[in-house]
């Protein structure tokens, strides 16, 4: 029997074998990928034990985790909730954070690699954790300027700062109160969500970063770069100015938004064709350039990539392979063409600055709970798309039109505005979406500022952009420069 | 080993000797079981510290009675087993013991307290099922007389089997039909006493029907298959298996009892062909339930596709399995420290998950040295069948043995995704009253054995 018994000794201790490793997979080789499953209760409670850090404005919070007397030790709530909901997010019970709050979790759990030192220093002075802070680079006098001018419509305010790409304001309307998305209670969180999700105005999206639009006319300042910086072209280029045009090999037929011809007499310059806005000309330019070139400049702008601020912006686009026709129509900035706010601010903002486009950031300063700072960013270049020259030149434009142009709306006593403003169709009876992108003051650019109405402003195919975008952008650069 | 031999008479055992001999094995025995209760006691110290941030005198005296009482069955051992085995003592002392810490830590996540509560509950089965360890030690003075009731013990194991199938008395708790209810007080699982009744039972059939059983037969393949009429017992086993599945729908219990059969089957006649019939009756019986029985199959999705969303938001589905995953992840290498997880998020996290709980709170370094107390003891038990020196007595030895091995398998191979999640208690530490007292009369009766080795003449070792 005993060769018997040491046969089943051997199973037995197969048995224990198999045992032993199991745990070791799941305990060991699996863990940090069970952890990080999103429907790991244990990793989000966790993230509660630690005092969150806050997201500071001018050292102001405006999220903040406050001490609670349940489970989570710790209640996220939000000053001023409407005004900064698109740049904190919120921080759920039961989901997946959003805005700042994800894009910086680790940071602001303390979990960062560049927080190790403090989490062992903690733990041996017997410290409670805490993550680290967040200041960010809103002016507040931005942000409320231009929360107010944007009014009611459904749209967002981009303000940077062009010579660093600093996020000044970053409005996004209608918004939200993040504060009812973090009670702790899976019912309220619930219900709130979806009576967010419900409404048709999606007002849980972030339109400055994440809205992709149709850019219409202010996408001809990529295409004016493209033909100043290809050298074939100046401003006073001139192109044949008919009332409607049709692109080789089709029959379907441009026309300006005047309906009439750019301007008085047989050709037009391109310096008026921007200053009016005109759709011709710009078709007849895009198509003799070709779409590669308006391509390759609207990626040097950023256009066909994300960025990162940290939050993720959506990609805006520039699309391939294009024929004449939709080259022409692309050059006015239709056939899905797209772009986020946030992208026609690096447009702007890289004129302004001299041509060379600057990442855009949103993140200041990284601060440990004792105040110093873990890290700083820098102001980061992405490249130059333009030389100083174009850029003079295309301001010189944009100041024209904002004086005596299309986007007249934008104009201040005092002070020289470039800015270009913009209509785009979205289908034959959707309603326009309404731009104005530009800068201020015009020869020492301090704020560069991309507006953004969507579904009309309300007023459907009748408003445009100098009608109701440029006001706001105006209303926004008289707070921001005192006037 | 003949017949003859695995009756003969129980050595003599005079008192004198008894008077003379430094007790060697019983002082060793003494000195780890009271290191075994400083560990529980340690470990209820730090769920207290842990969880409820102070100090509570009432659980520390319950288990301080309880430690009284594991020292009183020491004490008994001296006087009627004083050569048995020293380890399984302390063995079974130190997992009741954390187990009462880990139900006791959940407890106060739940905020329950009081004699209602599970950790009281099971720190007063605990000394019944001790109290039930001294008994046995009392009245069994020699093995070999359960060789007489083989046939009784297996009607008894096959009665108590079928206890939860009558009405009224049965109750069916989270799917099986398991459980035998008494008033509204105290359920009973009278399949964790089956387990022993028939692990006596089949080590006296086996015994004595061993030679029919190996030496006729068929040659094929090269292998010795059964005459058919020799089929019978194997049958029968795989019979009352297959109505447990089906009628009391637990599949742990029924792979245990047809694993404890099989084992001892190819124990006593050593023929592989038994092991091969029987596995493939099993395995085509668990087939054919698979895809007639929903549970069954469920068990099966739950096991090879546990991650994906809808088995996991299923009804039935994997949740469970995947929160004691969770759990286990949480504790890592070296665990959380007692009372600082979140065991409780897992569903059941004091019986069948209570090794995912252990998991989280004391990492894979604690579940290692758990496994390596089972395997420890498991390994005395084999010892006893290596060392014995009557058939009888050594099946039963490695059967009651193995039945542990087997059950751990079953249950932390399921929480681990080893094998399909099948509900089985984890020996010793998880609650429940049968399941401890099964267990500890497991003890007792591995205990009585190896006195009995230790006491026949040292002829070969």
Same mark, same amino acid.
């Given at each position: ?268 310059? $391109? @310096?008026?064709? *921007? ?8 078709? /007849? %330019? +895009?198509?003799? &350039?070709?779409?590669? =070139? ?72 990284? $601060? @440990?709970?004792? *105040? ?8 980061? /270049? %992405? +490249?130059?798309? &333009?030389?100083?020259? =174009? ?76 009608? *109701? ?8 650069? /008289? ?5 | ?461």
């Amino acid at each position: 029997m005993n060769r018997e018994l040491k046969r089943v000794s051997i199973v037995v201790m197969l048995m224990f074998v198999a045992l032993l490793g199991s745990t070791s997979v799941v305990q060991a080789f699996q863990a940090d990928n069970l952890s990080a499953d999103p429907r790991n209760t244990r990793t989000l409670y966790d993230s509660y034990q630690v005092e969150r850090g806050a997201i500071l404005v001018k050292g102001k919070p405006i999220a903040q985790s406050m001490p609670a007397d349940d489970d989570f030790k710790f209640l996220r709530t939000y000053t001023n909730p409407e005004l900064y909901a698109p740049i904190t997010g919120y921080i759920p019970i039961n989901g997946e954070p959003t805005g700042l709050e994800f894009a910086l979790n680790s940071e602001l759990t303390g979990a960062s690699n560049s927080q190790f030192f403090d989490k062992i220093s903690a733990l041996v002075t017997g410290q409670d954790p805490k993550g680290a802070a967040v200041e960010v680079t809103i002016d507040p006098v931005a942000q409320q300027a231009a929360w107010d001018a944007l009014g009611d419509y459904t749209g967002s305010v981009v303000v940077t700062e062009p010579a660093t790409g600093r996020i000044l304001a970053m409005v996004s309307k209608p918004s939200f109160n993040p504060n009812l998305l973090t009670v702790h209670n899976n019912a309220e969180v619930t219900a709130s969500y979806d009576a967010l999700v419900a409404d048709p105005n999606n007002p849980l999206i972030n339109r400055a970063i994440n809205s992709l639009n149709p850019p219409g006319s202010i996408f001809k300042l990529v295409v004016t770069t493209a033909a100043l910086e290809s050298g074939n072209y100046t401003p006073e280029s001139t192109f044949l100015n008919p009332s409607v045009y049709t692109a080789p090999g089709t029959t379907s037929v441009i026309e300006n938004s005047s309906g009439g011809t750019c301007g008085a007499g047989e050709t037009v310059t $391109l @310096a008026t064709a *921007l200053r009016l806005s005109c759709n011709i000309p710009f078709a /007849e %330019l +895009g198509v003799e &350039m070709g779409d590669t =070139t308006i391509r390759e400049t609207a990626e040097k702008f950023g256009f066909n990539s994300t960025h990162s601020i940290p939050m993720t912006v959506s990609e805006s686009t520039y699309p391939r392979g294009l024929d004449d026709p939709q080259t022409a129509q692309s050059a006015f900035g239709q056939f899905n063409v797209t772009a986020t706010p946030l992208q026609m601010a690096m447009v702007s903002g890289a004129i302004a600055n001299g041509g060379v486009v600057m990442a855009p950031n949103l993140v200041q300063e990284i $601060l @440990a709970p004792n *105040l110093s700072a873990i890290q700083t960013f820098e102001a980061t /270049e %992405l +490249g130059r798309v &333009m030389s100083e020259e =174009t850029a003079a030149t295309i301001t010189a434009m944009m100041v024209n039109g904002v004086q005596d142009g299309a986007a007249s709306n934008a104009r201040i006593d005092g002070v020289d505005v470039a800015g270009k403003t913009g209509t785009a169709q979205n289908g034959s009876t959707d309603p326009f979406t309404l731009w104005f992108t530009g800068f201020a003051p015009a020869n020492d650019p301090q704020y560069a500022i991309t507006v953004l109405v969507e579904n009309g402003g309300g007023e459907g195919q009748t408003g445009f952009g100098n009608k *109701l975008a440029a006001p706001v952008a105006k209303k926004v650069l /008289e707070a921001v420069l005192n006037k | 080993m003949s017949k003859a031999s695995a009756l003969s008479a129980q050595p003599a055992t005079g008192p004198v000797r008894r008077l003379h001999l430094p007790q060697k094995l019983r002082n060793l025995e003494l000195f780890l079981v009271l290191i075994a209760c400083f560990i529980n006691a340690s470990a209820v110290v730090l769920v207290q510290l842990g969880a409820l941030g102070e100090l509570d005198p009432t659980l520390m005296l319950l288990g301080a009675g309880l430690s009284v009482l594991v020292i009183s069955l020491h004490v008994v051992l001296r006087f009627v087993a004083r050569d048995a085995d020293p380890f399984i003592l302390p063995i079974a002392t130190v997992l009741n013991g954390i187990g009462i810490a880990m139900i006791y830590r959940i407890d106060i996540a739940n905020k329950q307290g009081g004699w209602e509560s599970a950790a009281v509950r099971q720190t007063v089965w605990s000394a019944l099922a001790i109290f039930s360890a001294i008994v046995v030690l009392l009245v069994i003075r020699n093995h070999r007389v359960l060789f007489r009731y083989t046939y009784i013990a297996g009607l008894v194991g096959v009665l108590l089997l079928f206890l939860p199938l009558i009405p009224g008395l049965g109750q069916e708790i989270s799917g099986a039909r398991v459980w035998i209810h008494f008033g509204s007080f105290a359920t009973f699982q009278p399949g964790e006493i089956a387990k022993i009744a028939l692990a006596v039972f089949f080590a006296g059939y086996l015994v004595r029907n061993r030679d029919s059983l190996s030496m006729v037969g068929k040659k094929i393949f090269g292998a010795r298959f059964p005459r058919f009429r020799d089929l019978g017992p194997i049958l029968v086993v795989w019979a009352l298996s297959m109505s447990v599945i089906i009628f009391q729908r637990d599949l742990g219990t029924a792979l245990l009892y047809f694993g404890l059969f099989l084992v001892m089957l190819y124990l006593a006649t050593g023929r592989l062909s038994w092991v091969i019939l029987g596995l493939g009756l099993f395995l085509g019986g668990a087939v054919i339930a698979s895809q007639t029985l929903n549970y069954v199959n469920g068990r099966f999705t739950n096991w090879l596709d546990a991650l994906n969303p809808d088995v996991y938001n299923a009804k039935g589905g994997s949740f469970q399995l995947v929160q004691g995953l969770f759990g286990l992840a949480k504790g890592g290498l070296l665990g959380t420290g007692w009372g600082q997880g979140r065991p409780e998020i897992t569903p059941v996290p004091q019986s069948d998950y209570i090794i995912a709980s252990l998991g989280e709170e004391l990492g894979l370094a604690g579940l290692f040295a758990i496994l390596a107390l089972y395997l420890l003891f498991v390994a005395r038990g084999f010892r006893i069948g290596f060392a014995g020196q009557d058939d009888f007595g050594k099946l039963l030895a490695v059967g009651l043995a193995f039945v542990v091995a087997l059950q751990c398998f079953i249950v932390i191979g399921g929480v681990t995704r080893v094998i399909p999640l099948t509900g089985l208690t984890t020996p010793f530490l998880a609650a429940g009253g049968s399941s401890l007292v099964a267990n500890w009369i497991i003890a007792a009766l591995l205990l009585r054995l190896s006195d009995t080795v230790r006491n026949q003449p040292r002829l070969v070792v």
